[in-house]
T-cell receptor, first 110, second 116 residues
Framework: SQQGEEDPQALSIQEGENATMNCSYK?????LQWYRQNSGRGLVHLIL?????REKHSGRLRVTLDTSKKSSSLLITASRAADTASYFC??????????FGRGTSLIVHP | GAGVSQSPSNKVTEKGKDVELRCDPI?????LYWYRQRLGQGLEFLIY????????KSGLPSDRFSAERTGESVSTLTIQRTQQEDSAVYLC??????????????FGEGSRLTVL
């Protein structure tokens, strides 16, 4: 399997601030996906970045990918209380099963 | 249906009993995954189905765990002689294509299992 490791494990910020989460992985990938999990719910896909892309935006989300460092970051700008959730990365390659680490638990205080 | 549906949403059982958890994937999705998530932990892969191919059972933690899927439809995860350490949320996901497509996974809301 190809598992990503999210960092930090926990992040606590005030509404309006930016939140940055990082993901590291160990082998080459085809793409990397970020997911969000609200408490007691399933995971929801946020964004996919391909291995030949360096940056991608979707609304208030900005994802970067550095394949030389085998790392990705997820930036949430102007955070809201509703962004409170756990965030997981899933580096994907070929026939590997998608696996997920412990995630980053984000708390946004109103 | 519109999304991945799992049932029951909550199950409380006594140690030693068998349980069955059901997953109804999105229509047309060929791939189906089962994961286990213990409290405060990441997702632990259990089993993967792709079309009519033999499933990848490499994540099943013991022979008390088994799963079936008929074609590209409903899947059932069965846990026999449940133990307290089986307590977790069991998440099912489906995707349109198989592993090589690296497509988005769609998750159900999970089945929360509590073994007393």
């Amino acid at each position: 399997s190809q598992q990503g490791e999210e960092d930090p494990q926990a992040l606590s910020i005030q509404e309006g601030e930016n939140a940055t989460m990082n993901c590291s992985y160990k082998t080459s990938i085809n793409n990397l996906q970020w997911y969000r999990q609200n408490s007691g719910r399933g995971l929801v896909h946020l964004i996919l970045i391909r291995s030949n892309e360096r940056e991608k935006h979707s609304g208030r989300l900005r994802v970067t990918l550095d394949t030389s460092k085998k790392s990705s970051s997820l930036l949430i700008t102007a955070s809201r209380a509703a962004d409170t959730a756990s965030y997981f990365c899933a580096p994907l390659r070929g026939s590997y099963i998608p696996t997920f680490g412990r995630g980053t638990s984000l708390i946004v205080h109103p | 249906g519109a999304g991945v549906s799992q049932s029951p949403s909550n199950k409380v059982t006594e140690k030693g009993k068998d349980v069955e958890l059901r997953c109804d994937p999105i229509s047309g999705h060929t791939a189906l995954y089962w994961y286990r998530q213990r409290l405060g932990q990441g997702l632990e892969f259990l089993i993967y189905f792709q079309g009519n191919s033999a499933p990848d059972k490499s994540g099943l933690p013991s022979d008390r765990f088994s799963a079936e899927r008929t074609g590209e439809s409903v899947s059932t995860l069965t846990i026999q002689r449940t133990q307290q350490e089986d307590s977790a949320v069991y998440l099912c996901a489906s995707s349109l294509g198989g592993l090589g497509d690296s497509g988005e996974l769609f998750f159900g809301e999970g089945s929360r299992l509590t073994v007393l």
